[in-house]
């Protein structure tokens, strides 16, 4: 089997090649007025009740507190993605992770329990299965969608694949590795933007603490689309791990998994090798859900909503605000920058709606977003990164500034702090 082991060097960014094919089928666009529930005062829209959704319903519940917020959501309980790799190994269940939306009435939350199916940005409705809304402010936060179907050969049976990436991949993931008696794991990492890029290649690397903890026969083949593990400034001390597990795991990068052979249980790649498979989790591309590319919000060529990223405004339309993983932004798709983009944008809609007689924000003054991430190296220990945003201006003033603080050395206390950010991020959200 070819083998091709990256250098730790310093990461380059890879072209990224968004969806031609998605694009291809055109925009839909809704220009339709549709018949709302009437707003009895000023109202924000949240669509999504994710990571960012959450915040900026918390956050504008407090700096627009006049205005009703109605948060769209379809799911009957949050689960938090942060906590998939605990779930994955068994360390938890899911139904111990997931969180009920019930504590949101009592902060003044309305909860429409349903999909978002259309907007009308000229007469701002948003028509949702339950119910539409006229809106004074839409919050976009819908996060990301699975593209399984860019994988050939997955789409015709989704359930061969157990991504970390979802809830059912999960839950399928979690049983087949509680299952697993040895063979090869195939875990494939796609080209582009991705949802908290560390957590493949801790994947890889707690399958192999337990598959040696277990004394389990076989391999883990690592398939990476990047040059070497994300994100960049821990990519050494990532790869230093995988290289300590002494061949067990195969790190193949610079190329991705294009199909699926569900008979052969085999995966091909773009560089034209084939691995053989007993367990497979591969995460698919990375598309933005929900009515993206309807409304037209991405900039050509791309599918993640263009937005100011100040202010978190999209260009096409003022009352609009695009955040999470949902939004192309430089803040990276995490919780703790989906939390933060956010909180920006309900500041950003309390002034447009005055309230309480804020003053407009000065565009020169640098606005600042806090990202955290804290990679698991083994079960007990954690690296961590820091990365410090700053954005200022617009147009051509517009500046963009990041200063990061990495911890590369493997440590309990990083694993401790972890736990803790999670909680602490949940708790202010929703409490448990
Ligand atoms: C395996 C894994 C591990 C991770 N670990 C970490 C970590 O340790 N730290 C970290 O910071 N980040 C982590 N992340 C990333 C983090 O979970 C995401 O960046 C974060 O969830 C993004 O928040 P969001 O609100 O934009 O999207 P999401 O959390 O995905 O929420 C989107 C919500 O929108 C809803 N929705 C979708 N379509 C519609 C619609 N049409 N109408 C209404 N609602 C809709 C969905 O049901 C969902 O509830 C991890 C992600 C994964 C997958």
Redesign the pocket.
Known sequence: VPERRARPEIARRLVLKQAAALAAAGPIVFVRRLAAEPARGRRVVV???????LAAAAELRRSASEAEVVL????AEFFP??S?LDVAFGRRRMAEAARGYGSLAGRGVRLARG??KAVDLAGRVAETTAGSFRYDALVL????RLATEEIAGLAADPSLNAT??DRAGLARLSQRIAAFAGGVVVIGVPAGAL??PP?PYELALLMADRMKERKLKGRIVLIDAWPTPQPGPLGEALFAAIEAHGGLIDYVSQTEVRSVDAAARKVATGAGDEFSFDLLSLIPPHRA???VRDLMLADEGDDFAAVDPVTLRSPKDPHLFAV???ARTPFG????A?AGMARASAGEIARMLGAGGMAAADPAEPRRLAAV?YPHVDPGRALKLEVAHAVSGAGASFKYGAETVADTQPKAANAARRRAWEKGLLDGLLPG
């Open positions: 669509l999504g009740g994710g990571f960012a959704g769209v959501e379809p799911a993605a942060t998939s999909e978002a936060a819908t996060g990301v970390l990436y949802a908290c957590a859900a929900g009515l999470g993983d949902v798709k995490s919780a703790a989906a991430c």
